[in-house]
Each structure stands twice: as C-alpha cells, then as structure tokens.
C-alpha cells in the first residue's frame, strides 16, 4: 500500500512540476506558427516595416535579427534585438516585432506545449 501511495505521489508531482514548467527551449520538435504561416509572417512585416529617414539618408541598410518568446498560449513576449545594424534600424525592427499579434501556434515538444524562442530577420535593403 506504501509503494502504491508513493508511486501515485510521484506521478502527481511529475504532471504538477510538467504543467508549471516554464523553461524557454531554443530547440523543439514542432516550431511555434504564426496564423497563417511564413507567408503571413512576412507580409504583415512587409506592410509595417518603414525604413527610418536617418538610415536612407546615410545609406545604411542590413539585417536586423529580433529575438522573442513566443508563449504557450501564443503569446508573444521578450523582443530583444540579438543583431543590430544602427541605433534607428534596429528601433524599427523591435517596433514592429512588438505589433505582431499574439496569433501563434505554440511549439511542442515530446508532446507538451512549451515557451520557446523564436529569431526573426528583419532586412532593410536600399534600392
């Protein structure tokens, strides 16, 4: 009866410590999705992303690489540029990472759904 009563605690405390857990992964097996997939992704940057007056001015152009959490439930939280080009490309990169919507589909990994890590570019290119 012992052994039945510690393997049933065991098992609780294994779920309990699984649902409260809040590691962030950098790898999983299925990646978080924003709604609609790369293709939304990218239109939604495309029709928010402006380039910075200052930046066309001194013809800086390159790629800005924005970190961020994408939640559980979806969520986005935690920008923070990982690489930078200028002071003002790089504000308008986390500008804009910062309107995304919370439409994501959370990653899962072994079958959980867990917090993870998502990089997105974003490139500013002079024509």
Request: hydrophobic residues 45%; positive net charge.
């Amino acid at each position: 009866m012992k052994k039945v009563f510690l393997m049933a605690m065991f098992a609780f405390m294994s779920l309990y410590a699984s649902a409260q857990d809040n590691t962030i992964y950098d790898k999983v097996e299925v990646m978080p999705e924003y709604a609609g997939g790369q293709v939304a992704l990218m239109k939604f940057m495309c029709d928010n992303l402006q380039y910075p007056q200052d930046a066309l001015k001194q013809g800086k152009e390159g790629r800005v690489l924005v970190q961020l959490v994408i939640e559980k439930d979806g969520t986005v939280s935690d920008h923070k540029v990982v690489k930078g080009i200028s002071p003002s490309l790089d504000a308008e990169a986390m500008r804009v990472a910062k309107m995304l919507p919370n439409k994501w589909t959370p990653a899962k990994n072994k079958g959980q759904v867990v917090r993870c890590r998502y990089s997105i570019p974003f490139t500013f290119r002079l024509n």
